[in-house]
């Protein structure tokens, strides 16, 4: 089991920046693909960036790509996700997941821990 705790979130302005972490805490998380989600109102959620447990495989949306960077640190069991120029459609829930396997996945339902969730609003 993996417990998984989201923070960072906030209210900003377009262009600003906000940096995401995801906290784990259970078995170790060193070996588990993580990836970041988000949910706006009235939308499915949807992938925004992956990354594998050695860090050295990360892809991204195409909507975020290039303003979003994904990292982690395995000693703290920690991945951040650094949100930068923010726009008011990244407005949404964001969700940190953890994958059973070292697959690299894009799709929600090939994780089996979630978080829940840390609200970012964007305003224009």
């Known amino acids: 089991q993996v417990q998984l705790v989201e923070s960072g979130g906030g209210l900003v302005q377009a262009g600003d920046s906000l940096r995401l972490s995801c906290a784990a805490s259970?078995?170790?998380?060193?070996?588990?693909?993580l990836g970041w989600f988000r949910q706006a109102p009235g939308k499915e959620r949807e992938f925004v960036a992956v990354?594998?447990?050695?860090?050295?495989?990360?892809f991204y949306a195409n909507s975020v790509k290039g303003r979003f960077t994904l990292s982690r640190d395995n000693a703290k069991n920690t991945v951040y996700l650094q949100l930068t120029s923010l726009k008011p459609e990244d407005t949404a829930v964001y969700y940190c997941?953890?994958?059973?396997?070292?697959?690299?996945?894009?799709?929600?339902?090939?994780?089996?821990?979630w978080g829940q969730g840390t609200q970012v609003t964007v305003s224009s």
């Open positions: 997941a953890a994958d059973r396997t070292t697959l690299v996945r894009t799709a929600a339902s090939s994780y089996d821990y």
């Open positions: 259970g078995r170790s998380f060193s070996t588990n693909t």
């Open positions: 990354i594998n447990w050695s860090g050295n495989r990360i």
